[in-house]
């Protein structure tokens, strides 16, 4: 049990990417606090765990819910040990045909509340020489077409958490990021809304398929929280199936 005594808090964690999260922290035996706005799905996922995770229905494009989820993870279960700013919602447009609107979805659900929980939860990160797992994308890195928002917000939260990372290893927090590629609800979607977009990503990952949320993204992040990586911290961990090697 590599998270055993360990508490979690996981945004966007009834479905895709947190829910694999989700599973693997507690199969490694941490309690997790996992926030959404899908209250359905939280609820399911909160009863399949079975005490080891609470559902907790909170809208953390308000910068108060940082505080009141930082808060519910300790009443749940009396401390916090990682962090993981998960949830990110935005829409896809060329760049020349980005709105405010736009900018301010992909900021207001991705950039903003990361640097909000960050925050709420740096004091009790520090008590508890803690780890924030924060989440980059290849939109951002290579600049992908018709990802402008998304691409920039996902950048903006690689900067903070590199800030975070120098500023915050005197308090023993390792703040790093994973840079995903799996096969969520939503890549599906998109695969169904575009014929032949699985085969040209398909194509540039040399391992030639899409991680699984829990084998593969949820391990990693085990990893990460784990005393095992207790000397990494301020990196980019690619886990897309080699389609992005960084320099």
Same mark, same amino acid.
């Given at each position: 049990?590599?998270?055993?005594?360990?508490?979690?808090?996981?945004?966007?964690?009834a479905g895709g990417i947190g829910r694999g999260i989700v599973r693997a922290f507690t199969k490694e035996g941490a309690a997790v606090l996992v926030v959404d706005i899908d209250e359905k799905s939280g609820k399911a996922l909160e009863d399949e765990l079975a005490g080891a995770g609470r559902f907790l229905h909170a809208d953390i494009s308000q910068e108060v819910s940082a505080t009141t989820i930082v808060t519910a993870a300790i009443e749940a279960?009396?401390?916090?040990?990682?962090?993981?700013?998960? +949830?990110?919602?935005?829409?896809?447009?060329? =760049? %020349?045909?980005? *709105?405010?609107?736009m900018l301010e979805l992909s900021f207001g659900t991705g950039f903003y509340p990361t640097l909000w929980l960050m925050k709420a939860a740096h004091a009790q990160l520090a008590a508890n020489q803690g780890t924030v797992i924060n989440f980059a994308s290849g939109a951002g890195i290579e600049g992908q077409k018709n990802q402008t928002s998304y691409a920039a917000a996902k950048e903006a939260i690689r900067a903070i958490s590199r800030v975070a990372a120098n500023e915050w290893a005197v308090d023993n927090i390792n703040v790093n990021l994973i840079s995903p590629l799996a096969l969520t609800e939503g890549v599906?979607?998109?695969?169904? +809304?575009?014929?032949?977009?699985?085969?040209? =990503? %398909?194509?540039? *990952?040399?391992?030639?398929?899409?991680?699984?949320?829990?084998?593969d993204i949820g391990r990693v992040a085990v990893f990460l929280a784990s005393a095992d990586a207790d000397y990494i911290t301020g990196q980019t961990i690619m886990v897309d199936g080699g389609s992005i090697k960084l320099r």
């Open positions: 049990m590599r998270l055993a005594g360990k508490v979690a808090i996981v945004t966007g964690g279960f009396g401390r916090l040990d990682v962090l993981v700013n998960n +949830a990110h919602a935005s829409r896809q447009a060329p =760049l %020349l045909e980005t *709105t405010q609107d599906e979607s998109y695969i169904a +809304a575009n014929p032949g977009i699985e085969d040209v =990503l %398909l194509a540039k *990952t040399p391992l030639h398929r899409f991680g699984d949320p829990e084998a």
